[in-house]
């Protein structure tokens, strides 16, 4: 059976069906769309709209008449761009743009004050984008595979931010900004090509730190309380006093939607909530929705 296309300006058969749930959530994912439906963005009561893995080439101006929404996922599409249409969205709060081809974002993006989870992960950045500096309310970022080298020194004031994901980039030193972001709770820096890192230590709220498959001969320092992800972190682990943390889950799907479920992300009672087993951490991907 083929992917369901839709006209240009109407929407899916079925949405209305979706609609009376009295959820307000609308799931186009998986369809062939090159564009929104124009019909789509006259739902000003929606709040959840899922929109990947359709084709998607762009989005309308027009999508800033949805005031109400606060989970976008657009990921696994073709966007190159954004319309600053999309960062007049005050009630945003999860922004999905994984697997397309994004260069920048635009100025506007800190516009979105709301946003406390972003996924840009898989796309083409070669610079950290200033406009996230402004967005102090995040606390999720991914950004792993994309063509990072180095971050800027402004990043601390991100101070709401618990979870940075920086894997499958082009880091060839520690960046020294990250010493100055004591409230991080994961740091994921998998896949780089890193030669060796400074005294941890200086990151006090960090509970788990990823390193793998950099060319580095040992662990880092850092406080007993880390879970380490790397080389010679197992034998590191052994050594301590105290007993090895447990890791927190590795990837948690978008079942974390709702306020009340930020604090499911570290410790037991995620993994319980996910699923998962407990044991090695191959690789810390972006989980959305960090307590604090």
Request: aromatic residues 6%; charged residues 30%.
């Amino acid at each position: 059976m083929g992917i369901a296309e839709s006209t240009p300006d109407e929407l899916p058969s079925d949405a209305e069906e979706q609609l009376r749930s009295g959820e307000q959530q609308l799931e186009l994912s998986g369809r062939r769309l090159r564009r929104l439906p124009g019909a789509v963005c006259a739902l000003s009561r929606l709040q959840k709209l899922y929109v990947s893995g359709t084709g998607l080439r762009e989005l309308p101006e027009e999508i800033e008449e949805l005031r109400e929404l606060r989970i976008l996922a657009l990921d696994s599409n073709k966007l190159e761009r954004l319309p600053d249409g999309l960062c007049r969205l005050p009630r945003l709060t999860r922004l999905y743009l994984g697997g397309n081809r994004l260069l920048a974002l635009p100025a506007d993006f800190a516009q979105l004050q709301s946003l406390r989870c972003l996924w840009i992960e898989g796309n083409f950045l070669r610079r950290f984008p200033r406009p996230l500096l402004r967005l102090v309310a995040l606390q999720s970022l991914q950004m792993g595979d994309n063509r990072l080298r180095a971050l800027p020194a402004e990043l601390p004031r991100m101070t709401g931010l618990r979870g940075l994901w920086l894997y499958g980039n082009r880091f060839e030193e520690f960046p020294p900004a990250l010493l100055r972001m004591g409230r991080l709770h994961i740091l994921d820096l998998d896949r780089n090509r890193l030669g060796g890192f400074p005294d941890l230590h200086p990151l006090r709220a960090l509970r788990v730190f990823s390193y793998d498959h950099n060319p580095v001969t040992g662990p880092p320092r850092v406080a007993d309380t880390v879970f380490l992800v790397g080389e010679g972190a197992v034998e590191r682990m052994a050594e301590r006093d105290e007993p090895t943390p447990r890791p927190p889950p590795r990837r948690p799907a978008r079942a974390f939607e709702d306020e009340e479920e930020e604090d499911l992300l570290i410790g037991s009672s995620g993994s319980r909530a996910l699923g998962l087993p407990g044991g090695s951490l191959p690789a810390l991907e972006a989980a959305p929705g960090l307590g604090t």
